[in-house]
């Protein structure tokens, strides 16, 4: 990348035409390239400016939270490409350098040095924030892990809650290795059966439907991008709409009524900062979309979180990839 600056420097003109190898470097195809990598990078930055408000309205609305969460890691995975573009397209064939032809030539070079900055910073930002978030998380961990020694006598096992024997009502998940569902007998003491176990199937929806790493990759966007409204509110926006696809999920099995109690009792209960706790998000938000939604319950009337994690997948790849092909290959010599 550096080694394009003092090139650009030198002559305008001469830079767009060693960009464009070729027997025809005309200014179509390159106020097309232009145009493409502008209107790529132009376009991921409005999402992230304007997708926020949009994603809180379809929650505020009753759209199903899996569909919003599968929204939200589209549009982040956007925008992150458009922030990247200008970078990788410079990098890879000197488009930016087209840039001379319609506009003075530092435009280009500036577009692509602060794309380049943004990644080097989101890739600095993002790494030390994961990095932080596990080592707690494995401390964490390893408490609960001797805490299940001291009061079992054996080590934690996935699919069995840890019991607390603490007065106070607590309900968290823990991922890690095994995944932990932690419960307090103070929650059987404040609630009654069918409201823990609506809780346990909200906790156990966190951890298979992979709610911590939805958490994990908003908090690295947030310090990382922390410039752009759509990253810098996703962890607010994520833990949300994982507290609304849980509370769905739990719903669907257990009925919406002892869930709304035990969040209208527990909205208040501490959790460890790593852990999805039942009380985070906004309970009022979580309360009224029990209440408006009809959840046809059945023992499994949960959806399958294969195909949902599949799906999250296929379409972010797929968005990924036309983002990244479309914007490469319309500045390609
Ligand atoms: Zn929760």
Do not use: K
């Not at 309205?57 to 009753?62: A, P, Q, S």
């Not at 922030?83 to 577009?111: D, K, R, T």
């Not at 096992?157 to 019991?163: C, K, N, P, S």
């Not at 404040?190 to 990759?217: G, K, N, P, Y």
């Amino acid at each position: 990348m550096a080694s394009r600056v003092p090139l650009a420097g030198v002559n305008a003109r001469t830079a767009s035409l060693r960009c464009h190898h070729g027997p025809h470097p005309g200014n179509d195809r390159t106020v097309s390239a232009v145009t493409s990598v502008v209107v790529w990078t132009a376009g991921g930055l409005l999402i992230g400016l304007l997708s926020p408000p949009l994603l809180r309205l379809g929650m505020r609305r009753g759209v199903d939270a899996g569909v919003l969460l599968i929204t939200w890691a589209n549009l982040v995975s956007l925008t992150v490409i458009a922030i990247a573009l200008p970078a990788v397209s410079g990098l890879i064939h000197g488009c930016w350098l087209a840039l001379g032809v319609e506009m003075p030539w530092w435009v280009g070079v500036l577009m692509g040095l602060l794309s380049g900055a943004a990644v080097v910073i989101a890739i600095i930002g993002g790494g030390w924030q994961i990095a932080g978030v596990t080592r707690h998380r494995r401390r964490v961990h390893a408490r609960h892990t001797e805490l299940a020694w001291l009061l079992t006598g054996t080590a934690p096992q996935a699919g069995r809650v840890l019991w607390l024997p603490t007065s106070e009502p607590h309900a968290y998940s823990l991922t890690g290795s095994p995944p932990l569902v932690v419960m307090s007998r103070g929650l059987r003491d404040c609630l009654d059966q069918a409201a823990v176990r609506a809780i346990r199937s909200h906790e156990d929806a966190h951890l298979q439907r992979r709610h911590h790493w939805f958490i994990a990759v908003a908090q690295a966007l947030s310090a990382g991008i922390a410039w752009l409204p759509l990253t810098r509110q996703s962890p607010a926006l994520v833990r949300m709409l994982i507290e609304l696809d849980a509370d769905a999920h739990a719903a669907r099995i257990h009925g919406h009524r002892p869930l709304r109690r035990a969040i209208q009792t527990l909205r208040y209960a501490p959790a460890p900062a790593v852990s999805l706790g039942i009380a985070s998000g906004s309970a009022q938000l979580r309360l009224e979309r029990l209440s408006a939604t009809s959840f046809s319950g059945t023992s499994h009337g949960s959806r399958s979180v294969v195909p949902g994690t599949a799906l999250l997948a296929a379409t972010v790849i797929v968005s990924v990839a036309l983002a990244l092909g479309a914007g490469l290959a319309s500045c390609a010599p």
